[in-house]
């Protein structure tokens, strides 16, 4: 196992690390402010759109594309410490055009797009001209068995009616999100994997309507926004779908290996952030007499979360090797365990350095509280952690099963 | 240790459980569309106001006051099970003007007002009619050392002249709060226990300004807010001084216990409830083929959740029973228990609920995510956690050093 | 709930306590050097009998019985305090006759026996001139789900003819273990609560074989012992049966109650011990500059540990209280409760004062290592903690079904 | 970072997986047959001696030593999952002779030995003809700070005349121990760093006496034994010296490294073969009518099991890669993460095993109890993990103050 990144992949984060310095984190206040004084709390900020320009005048573009010619053509493993720097600004995946769920919805376009598809929809994503959203979680059913799933898809003539209830629509709410990709039914009677289909939705088809952004610990997340959609009787023409009718299943699949490397390196840029803020206040302040930090109970917890972060950063990196070593579908125990370890991790490290900022650690004085809460989300999103540590547990039953000889289909469940 | 209730207190909380099942629990929806619907987000919901109104009538009404004739002559074991009740929804403790701080307020000028300030300031507060806050504390300095403390409040002729900082000043923001309490610095040169100070400021003061609500994770708390506010060059007569000059250490003692009780009793209120919607949900929705309660990984938060709140209840019964018993002094080692243990049972199970209702959970469809961010500040919240625990560790090795017949003073520190 | 001892209860707990400190510490050291220095590692070390003596002597035996007559006539609620203190030495329990799992089967044999049987086993047993053990957990099947129970018991004319193999047989290596409570199935065939049966098999009945001591982690816990034993047809005549054929499981119930107090209490006694003795040596040794307790990093230790203690002692006391007011059936819930808490919160505090020892934590310097032991085997011994974490959650989700207005029955399981 | 092993190194690793499960698994038994039937505890089984010339002759001999000529010529990173390997066995270290502390005092005399201490010691040891022990840690000081240090060394003539008293000196119970590496001061008045020496003591040197064993959680490990041993003007040629006066810390120091990899990865394999007994228990018992691994409870630490093992394994490699990388010093902040992190993760997962097994987890019929104190034992031994998050949090500290631009000696402490 070789995680050195290639010169090119070097050369980028060195790159990457430089900008964020001159020109992300200095924007971060700035940003703030301008989203305060914004009379619409849904638009986006300027700042943002000047920085997108500056990154793409620097080359720091769609950095997380394979495509050599659309993106940066860096593999899975050598994008992953850029995701994790740019997972340390709340703001800087924008700035990259490389924030979630775009750039999983990019690599989905790239990947399984007809030509037309990708001249519409793909090109004015990656020019970071328009925003995206995934449609898949729903309100009503246990998301955490997406065989669940009920959004309806019924063929008429040339097209598909669609008919369901969406949410947790990340970025939808985002002025320039102007298509979706929507995940539902079109047949149930087939067999479980093949009942579901992924379709293009334009966000401005009629009988779309994004009912509310539905708020994460207070949150509004605006301008990203994660909406609750009503789709009633959407027509769109079948030349919309992805791949081919009751194929859904096998995107999300595809789909799911890169983006979780993606979302859990971001999570330890997070961690990183949180600990490096930590530790600032832990030398600033004083109490009883010395420095905070000095009392030995906070060693635990930085020792603690230097290991955390190290050993999770690695993990992230042995599954980002091995997709491209074996492939996504081998890769599959690995991607699991980073969804299980990388936002669990953060969680507790950010805790920790709220603990160490007092009130201001749960105000909007630190980004800790929002950091929270962000991660704490994704130890429900793309499944709970339940569903991964099921089915990590399932592949260990599995092996032992047939080290010891016998068949798991035996063993009464 | 005797803690079951007195018979009037069996009647008070008879009377409160029904008063919630008829009439609080069925407005929570109602306020929470008044709240969404009003102009002012600071403006109070209506249907609190009509709550009040009914709560007087049925006479539960200032149930936390031991003063018989001005309320319900409680004591304080007597009336912990009733915040209990309280703390189960988010609109009640206002409904019977039992909120902190102002029940905490209230009982601080029970204690230590003269008449003239009681008048002024008592009566109002105990009719419901006008709300309090308390200016503890700073944003500058770390307050987990109350020494630490900056405000100055220089004597000038008759008055004091008040410049300070304060921030998490709660219920500030409601438009009827017209009452502050100040804790500041007379004498910085005393002895440090007796260098404070506490003092009445009418919140429509000259100098008084409220600079902005603090978030709590994204939650503003509006129409009650956490407020930062400056002093300058505030004004009051010496005569709005509680109890006396640079003993505001003293009362700040006086008040703390029965304040923690109550407190760490609506966090096992919030944590039943909390419990209460996990199980719901845990039987009303199905994944792989069974009830998501039926999948045992959920039998072990359950049961340790009800031996949590139960464990935690015992507690907090038990401090409150010594309070009476010996004497708030001596039931400090159990207060700083509670304090410690409460809202982080509570944040824990809180958190597995939120688990348990997926994506529903972090958002405003339950109250899950805001009692958790709730909880997690009073982590915080006079004091943090590793105060108390400092406190409580000095206790023991006191008392260890006490039998091996040391002076704890001797050990080298 | 009145959890103050009775008058009388106080008089034995303060009686005990200079018992304690009068005899039974001081005699740690002796006992454990005799039993070194003993050729034959399962006698018993003399100084136990001396101090059985001393004890009867001074009215402090039997106390655990509720019979006036033949023990001291205190109700669980009044005897739990001093299963406490007992706990605090390993050797105190078999001083006063109360130790485990003699005092259960006293009990039973009390409320079960005939007259014949008390009359050739509890008497003796009471005197304190034979030991018992109680034959139920087997080596061939899960023993957390107690219907696995393969103990063959048949009825040959007035005799029954057992078996069977048993293990954890605590107390059956003791050289003056002279009788075996045995819980077999006389009707595989019966519904699954009427199947089994106890019987009381003397030790020395031909076919019983002691095949093994078993150890817990290194501990032969000799001259006790934890024995595994077979049954190899077993002839005992058909009074030997207690209370009747098919209602083993109705006196497990009976039996349970109690016996868990006592243990829990003593697990806090050890709990309490343990901290006290982490609390010496924090103070008494040095590192990097001051006391290591004055390193804060123990200070969360020690506040916890004293937090769970006092929790955990509530709750079995509350427990000991309900089974008095409303019965031990009723008290079920609360029983189980006590049961996963007070070992795990023994064996965090105890692990805790091992790391504040180091290597002597570990060694025998320290009864700390033994007592961890003790108190892991206890999260499994009268079933493992998933048991009775399944109960409890199942009881919680009976409530909550029918606030919910739903039969339990009808979720899918 | 490429962790990837060298070609001798894969072939090394495979045949010693074959020769594991064609010879060692399967003498297990043997050994504690042997071990239970001796007439002394203290004798090695011969079995020992069998599979240690089987070994040799299979070339899987002293593959520790990163000699090409004195053993197998492999970077620590190379061996490291050879390490891993013995460590599934609780024999297979002594029979591939690259047991603890026997390879860390080969690798000692290898660096820092003259040659005739190499001639008298370390061939004997590499040929496995005696077994050495390190005496170090000390029963009357706290032996995380390593300065505490009592033990005399005084220079008389060509001679030291040694006295002290050690203890948990690991090996020295075995009957083929030879030779002791002893540390002790030579100048108690030197600076901190250079009052320490090594110096090498024959086991049969006059006033060495072996005390006792020291048990670990009631195990006596014999024929290893961790012994308390006093030395009483115990006198040896100042030619025994290890490099110089003043330069045992400097040889602990080099010494630590390559230790730590080999105990962390054994831990790990300790952990694996947990995890695979786990699995196998969980899936051939049942419970309320399933497999016990089928109740989801189990999945839960399956799946953290998989998870911490993994990363933690990653985490050593990188450990190991790093001291080849960028020499041992610059590694010093992994390798401490690395002895916090494996024994901690290796007693979370023995510890679920145990209790998968019920009572079989803590007596002898598995080896989990056994591997349970094993793993606890390295919380401590080495310094305990409180000495090892001091020094990674001021590292962490050291770096956020470079950042901040201060000057960490101006923190007060």
Known sequence: MDITPSAKAKDYLDRLTVFMD????????????????????????????????????????????????????????????MAEVTGRSPIAPDVFNCNAPDSGNMETLW???????????????????????????????????ATNIQCEMRRDGDDYVINGRKWWSSGAGDPRCAIFIVMGKTDPAAPVHTQQTMILVPANTPGVKIERYVPVFGYDDAPHGHMEITLKDVRVPASNILLGEGRGFEIA???????????????????????????DRLLSREAFGKAIGMHSVWEERIANARVQIEMTRLLCLKAAWMMGAVGNKAAKDEIAMIKIAAPAMA??????????FGGAGMSDDTPLAWMYAMQRSLRLADGPDEVHRRSLARSEFKRASQCLGIDIRSIRQ
Chains 1, 2, 3, 4 share one sequence.
């Open 347 to 356: 969680t507790r490290i950010i805790d920790d350095a709220i603990q160490a």
């Open 111 to 145: 990947l399984y797009g007809t030509e037309a598809q990708k001249k519409a929809w793909l090109e004015p994503l990656l020019n970071g001209h328009i925003r995206s959203a995934f449609l898949m979680t729903e309100p009503d059913v246990a998301s955490s068995d």
């Open 22 to 81: 001159e020109h992300v984190y200095p924007a971060e206040a700035v940003y703030q402010q301008q989203h305060r004084d914004a009379a619409d709390n849904w638009a986006i900020p300027p700042i943002i759109e000047e920085l997108k320009e500056k990154a793409r005048a620097a080359g720091l573009w769609n950095l997380f594309l394979p495509d050599p010619e659309l993106g940066a053509g860096l593999s899975v493993l050598d994008y992953a410490p």
């Open 253 to 279: 699949q595809g789909r799911l290996g890169p983006g979780r490397i993606h979302h859990c390196m971001r999570s330890i840029g997070m961690a990183e952030r949180a600990l490096e803020l930590m530790c």
